[in-house]
């Protein structure tokens, strides 16, 4: 089974500044894919950015980036330059094998202070 | 691209009343759905998932005959909450993945209230 565990329930952040969200991760499996959503008070599930566990790279989405330590079993958001419409909940989700369910982790409320 | 449309957004129904859940897939195919359920503050739990033509698959401690979920098309999967009591308000969103994507698309959400 995969689990997911975001430790930080909350966490805020001046506007401009950047921001890590922290992710880590548990499975056995050798392939599998890891994703981060934003969540804002409206409900809908933004998909933000995507690494496969095979991928090399750490992945990049504009203002988003996720530092890939595959040893530490860790894949955090990193948010350049916060702006005060990035405030809302952000879940990390794993997935395995591909094409199957996401199992989220307890996700993180961002607010950005002005 | 690659948008599901979830209707209804909030719903307020009385106990022991049924709602009707919809989420179509509109600019491609949907095979397997899954319907996920939200407590406030609190993560998606995946309830059960829907393959287009046969039977949901339902998590473990879900009800399947009190969760009904019809997977008719390739584009349209319903969830139906029967008899729904106040413990089933919640928040239901469905999702789905595009094919040659990575990013799982989600509905805008549902929120049932039952009183």
């Known amino acids: 089974a995969q689990k997911i565990t975001q430790t930080q329930p909350g966490m805020f952040v001046q506007e401009k500044e950047a921001v890590t969200l922290d992710c880590t991760y548990d499975t056995s499996d050798p392939s599998y894919g890891l994703f981060w959503y934003k969540q804002p008070s409206s409900g809908e599930m933004i998909f933000l950015i995507y690494q496969g566990s095979y991928d090399q790279q750490n992945a990049t989405e504009g203002r988003y980036s996720l530092n890939f330590q595959k040893a530490r079993k860790s894949a955090n958001l990193v948010i350049s330059a916060s702006q005060l419409g990035d405030s809302a909940m952000y879940f990390c989700a794993i997935q395995r094998p591909s094409g199957s369910r996401l199992t989220f982790g307890e996700g993180t409320q961002l607010t950005v202070n002005p | 691209g690659a948008v599901v449309s979830q209707h209804p957004s909030w719903v307020i129904c009385k106990s022991g009343t049924s709602v009707k859940i919809e989420c179509r897939s509109l600019?491609?195919?949907?095979?397997?759905m899954f319907w996920y359920r939200q407590f406030p503050k609190q993560s998606l739990m995946l309830m059960a998932t829907?393959?287009?033509?046969?039977?949901?698959?339902?998590e473990q401690g879900v009800e399947k005959d009190k969760f009904l979920i019809n997977h008719a098309s390739l584009t349209l999967s319903t969830l139906t909450v029967t008899s729904a009591h106040p413990e089933d308000s919640s928040f239901y969103i469905c999702?789905?993945?595009?094919?040659?994507?990575?990013?799982?698309?989600f509905g805008s959400g549902t929120r049932l209230t039952v009183v």
């Open positions: 600019d491609f195919q949907a095979t397997t």
């Open positions: 829907s393959n287009e033509g046969s039977k949901a698959t339902y």
């Open positions: 999702s789905a993945l595009p094919t040659g994507k990575y990013g799982y698309t």
